[in-house]
């Protein structure tokens, strides 16, 4: 059993950064792959990052490729999203999961998710 629980979203000017985290519980954290997913209002959830469990794997959605970066730091059982050249299209309601599955085109949720925190992008 994981509990994940977000930090570090809030309001930031396009071409802005945010680095969001992840922090879990449990003993077992270096075990999962870790993600990272979003959903802003009307729209359905987008895969954004994923990362392997020893962080030398990572995967990323083509809206983000290039200006989010996923990282993972298991002795502090926390994962990080730096989100770079941040625009208005970026804000969302952003999710950490733990327990995901991903390939180069596909991915599968896992079964643990944060609360969630937001970030909106003024332009």
């Known amino acids: 059993q994981v509990q994940l629980v977000e930090s570090g979203g809030g309001l930031v000017q396009a071409g802005g950064s945010l680095r969001l985290s992840c922090a879990a519980s449990g003993r077992t954290f270096s075990s999962y792959v870790m993600g990272w997913f979003r959903q802003a209002p009307g729209k359905e959830r987008e895969f954004v990052a994923g990362i392997s469990t020893s962080g030398g794997d990572t995967n990323y959605g083509d809206s983000v490729k290039g200006r989010f970066t996923i990282s993972r730091d298991n002795a502090k059982n926390t994962v990080f999203l730096q989100m770079n050249s941040l625009k208005p299209e970026d804000t969302a309601v952003y999710y950490c999961?733990?327990?995901?599955?991903?390939?180069?085109?596909?991915?599968?949720?896992?079964?643990?998710w944060g609360q969630g925190t937001q970030v909106t992008v003024s332009s």
């Open positions: 999961n733990g327990g995901l599955m991903y390939g180069s085109n596909w991915y599968r949720p896992g079964s643990y």
